[in-house]
């Protein structure tokens, strides 16, 4: 877990040797899809490049398009596309789940997923 924003970025820097010319956003979290287009000065996304939004998050978010647009950054949805990779079976993101509970422990799970030390948490639903 980073404390920052700049460790992130720091981070993926230090993984690519650069800036990425794409950024896959899957969480649809306001500050994960800010990250992508710009931070503080420093963008995780190099200019010319593309942000491509999968995660769904709340229906409105606050970006930086100015910035976004000054460095030609284009912002695609591409959530449709990516639930066409997962039910062909071409993207495996069962190992993105990383705890399961069952629906007693749903408080267990949420605090789990709020803690940050999860990266998808589900809660199964067997009705048998």
């Known amino acids: 877990k980073h404390n ?3 460790s992130i970025l720091a981070e993926i820097h230090k993984i690519f040797g650069d800036k990425p010319d ?12 800010r990250l992508a287009i710009h931070v503080n000065a420093i963008n995780a996304t190099k200019s010319g490049g ?6 769904l998050g709340p229906a409105e978010v ?3 398009l100015v910035d ?3 460095r030609e950054v284009d912002i695609r949805g591409v ?4 639930l066409e990779l997962v039910a062909s079976g071409k993207v495996d993101v069962k190992p993105l789940i990383t705890d399961r509970y069952k629906l007693e422990q749903t408080l267990d799970a949420f605090e789990k997923a709020k803690s940050g030390n999860a990266i998808k948490v589900v809660i199964e639903c067997n009705l048998e």
Request: hydrophobic share 40%.
């Open 4 to 6: 920052n924003e700049e």
């Open 79 to 82: 959530y449709a596309q990516a």
């Open 22 to 33: 794409i950024s896959v956003e899957c969480s649809g979290v306001e500050s994960s899809i």
């Open 68 to 70: 976004a647009a000054c």
């Open 62 to 64: 606050k970006v930086p």
């Open 50 to 55: 593309t942000v491509q939004l999968v995660g």
